[in-house]
């Protein structure tokens, strides 16, 4: 048997939580029940493994058999809105029993959720609400910034075990704009793609310079205008950028300069400092700092990583 | 007194002398202004001449060259008709292009080369119905990797991308394909559902994003006194357009007729077996059958 077969067929029972071990590998069918029954299965979960594996290999498993185990194992999300709703408000109630749930479906298969928390003694504050966004057969929910942030650990748990998923992270990213973190998220912010059916990509784009000036010096500037043209559009595209309205960098680096007893350099901890972009459009601020002139091409990529990395909140360490 | 005589000798020869003297030199100056006006005449002659030629050496050229041009335009002009064909026959081959790389779309997966990669075309379809399309902008690089794309997010791209793009991209692509085409089908089976049949449900159909999860209730004669049927259809396999898992009951709860229960397992197998719109519209013409029947 190949070693990569092996490897695949390993992760993939790796998987498989130890109680519906049994089911899956009969579903299979491709170790015989003799097989099967050779298998100490209260063992621990690796040597339980190495036992299969070492059964795969004496019948020759191939790598459509592989494949089909992989199919069988696939946790496909059956999601059902009535249960996730169900479980969703029976989680938070059993823990608090004052708590006001309330949803909203929308069309494009996203449940908005309203969430007016009390405590046991008190009644539910409607005037503090938190306003939610989960999207369904994704693992993303979107969060409004509330007040109360002892609630937030509970939240989190409703949503993982309604939604039938293990965890929940939080992401570094923050706007006032729902549309933008979505595309953002989803990776939606570029939507146009090269087809033959499309006009040429290349646009003719002027740079609207003053036909006055002498004409050796329009040259020299055409020339690093374009430059830093081309760059920008390789880096931030043509389409419209999403809205955020803040990046913000926490730093905890050793300071670096050039000049020699720099009291800052000699420091042994690490200077620790803030530093925050804002603009009502922060994206396309960014995007027109190079051709305004005010910054060079290309930006540092820790500012143009933001909608690929999804986040616009960093910290910063030297390694 | 006497007048002087210019002929007389002596004294009177003498104003003779000097007026003769005086007449000769008039004469001379006379003769000398005549042959310099000449001489300035001859070269302002000359001088007008060259201007002349200046003038008309150039003007004799254009009308040259304009009788020339016509002779050349009266020789061009059948070339320029070649000249116009031709232009037509690459527009058409042009054409003919276009048409073929527009044809690809059938094939399901097409692709056009960019700067940095490839932009490949999923095209989806189910039953000869020509669905969606969805684009995954290929970089090519070490690692290959998805610029962006067009694919829904509820499609795990991220973990076929994960199993199958580094190491084998016919694969990727193959796998992407079968689940878009699913999803795709799975679609258009429930959008007929609603679009087609909703006089037939009781209620409104049930779905999730994927469509891999549908429940709805039907009843097989709309305005009649029948019992309706609840169907929950699961569909575990992402890369099916049949469901892996069909439940009807029957709502209400009693215990059904024999013809009853027969039905309700006739359905189940039905939406096993067949593409939901179809098994609907087989209700909808037994029902015109059972109808023309009747009447």
């Known amino acids: 048997m190949d070693e990569t077969v092996a490897e695949f067929i390993k992760r993939t029972i790796l998987k498989i939580p130890l109680n519906e071990l049994t089911t899956i590998l009969k579903a299979w069918d491709f170790l015989s029940e003799n097989q099967l029954q050779t298998v100490n299965f209260r063992q621990r979960k690796e040597s339980v493994v190495q036992h299969l594996i070492h059964l795969c290999e004496e019948k020759r498993a191939s790598l459509n058999d592989a494949a089909l185990l992989d199919i069988i194992c696939e946790d496909v999300d059956l999601f059902d809105m009535k249960q996730f709703k169900n479980s969703f408000k029976k989680i938070l109630q059993r823990a608090l029993k004052n708590v006001t749930v309330s949803f909203r479906e929308t069309e494009e298969n996203a449940v908005w959720i309203r969430i007016a928390w009390g405590t046991q003694y008190t009644k539910p504050n409607q005037y503090k609400p938190t306003y939610v966004v989960y999207y369904s057969q994704t693992p993303y929910a979107f969060k409004s910034s509330s007040t109360l942030r002892r609630n937030t650990p509970l939240l989190g748990q409703a949503l993982t075990v309604a939604s039938k998923h293990h965890q929940i992270v939080k992401m570094d990213l923050r706007s006032r704009y729902l549309d933008s973190l979505k595309a953002i998220v989803f990776k939606q912010y570029n939507q146009t793609f090269e087809t033959h059916n499309s006009a040429t990509p290349l646009q003719e784009r002027s740079l609207g310079l003053d036909i006055n000036m002498d004409s050796r010096i329009i040259h020299e500037n055409i020339v690093e205008k374009e430059r830093v043209q081309r760059i920008t559009q390789e880096t931030f595209g043509d389409y419209p950028q999403p809205q955020l309205e803040f990046a913000q960098y926490k730093l905890e680096t050793k300071f670096k300069s050039d000049l020699n007893g720099s009291i800052l350099a000699e420091r042994e901890e690490p200077l620790r400092c803030l530093i925050k972009f804002s603009s009502p459009h922060l994206l396309e601020a960014l995007k027109s700092l190079a051709p305004a002139g005010i910054a060079d091409a290309p930006l540092s990529p820790l500012l143009t990583c933001i909608p690929n990395k999804r986040k616009n909140y960093f910290k910063i360490r030297d390694k | ?295």
Not at chain 2, 205 to 229: A, E, I, M, V
Not at chain 2, 280 to 285: G, L, T, V
Request: net charge positive.
């Open chain 2, 1 to 295: 007194m006497e007048q002087a005589n210019p002929l007389r000798p002596d004294g009177e020869s003498k104003g003779g002398v000097l007026a003769h003297l005086e007449r000769l030199e008039n004469q001379t100056s006379r003769s000398r202004k005549r042959s310099e006006a000449q001489a300035q005449e001859r070269v302002l002659g000359t001088k007008i001449q060259k201007l002349r030629h200046l003038r008309d050496d150039p003007r004799a050229a254009l009308w040259h060259r304009r009788g020339s041009v016509k002779a050349c335009i009266a020789n061009v002009e059948p070339n320029r008709t070649v000249e116009v064909n031709e232009q037509e026959a690459l527009e058409e081959k042009l054409e003919n292009v276009k048409a073929i790389l527009q044809a690809y779309h059938f094939t399901g997966l097409s692709g056009k080369l960019t700067s940095r990669g490839v932009c490949v075309c999923i095209n989806t379809a189910f039953e000869g119905n020509l669905l969606d399309s969805y684009f995954v902008d290929l970089v090519i690089q070490k690692p290959l990797r998805i610029h962006h794309h067009s694919v829904p997010v509820f499609i795990p791209l991220e973990e076929i991308a994960a199993k199958y793009l580094q190491t084998n991209i016919q694969h990727f692509l193959f796998s992407l394909c079968e689940y878009l085409n699913a999803y795709s089908g799975r679609k258009y089976q429930a959008d007929r559902l609603q679009s087609d049949f909703a006089a037939l449900l009781t209620g409104p159909l049930q779905r999730n994003p994927l469509c891999n999860l549908l429940s709805f209730t039907y009843k097989l004669d709309p305005g009649g006194q029948s019992f309706p049927f609840c169907a929950r259809l699961l569909y575990k396999d992402l890369t099916a357009t049949l469901p892996t898992d069909v439940t009807v009951t029957c709502q209400g709860g009693e215990a059904l007729s024999t013809s009853w229960e027969e039905q309700r397992a006739s359905h189940e197998t039905l939406f096993c077996t067949k593409p939901l719109h179809q098994v609907f519209a087989s209700f909808a013409r037994r029902e015109k059958l059972e109808m023309s029947l009747v009447s």
